[in-house]
């Protein structure tokens, strides 16, 4: 598999972790000196995978708490792979459906993440993620609340 590949395979774990996955998980896919930035939030450095595992367990208790169905999506990717093969920086677009608990209404996130990588025994990790949220729409009623079509089923 490329470097490209690998990466951009990394880039689709960690948004199916976000969604689905314990923090601890989310946190593996981090460098153990690694820095997240989660703009969004506010001008603050999360530093360490350690660190990191807790900004994300926070995250879960305070955000995703309040919401189901979670989806992030990233799009637009570009992936610079350095001389040396072990070290890339990358950016890509995020949009985030999700359906709240408060309102129960479907809406959605726009953003842009910037990354560096590094590749370590084999495997690449983010060794810096900055994210980057600019804008949320509503999206309206969740299929949930439409009527069913009704097939027969006898």
Known sequence: MSHHNEITNLLGKYCHLVDRGQPQEVAQLFAEDAVLLPKYDGPYRVEGRDAIQGWYQFYTDNFKVGIRHLKHLIHSIVIDVDDSGVKASGMCYLT??????????????????????????GEWLFSQREINVEFLTDCGAPVEQLEPLGFPTS
């Open 96 to 121: 985030a459906y999700l359906i709240s608990n408060a309102d129960g209404m479907a809406h959605q996130a726009q953003g842009t993440y910037f990354d560096t990588y590094v590749q370590q025994n």
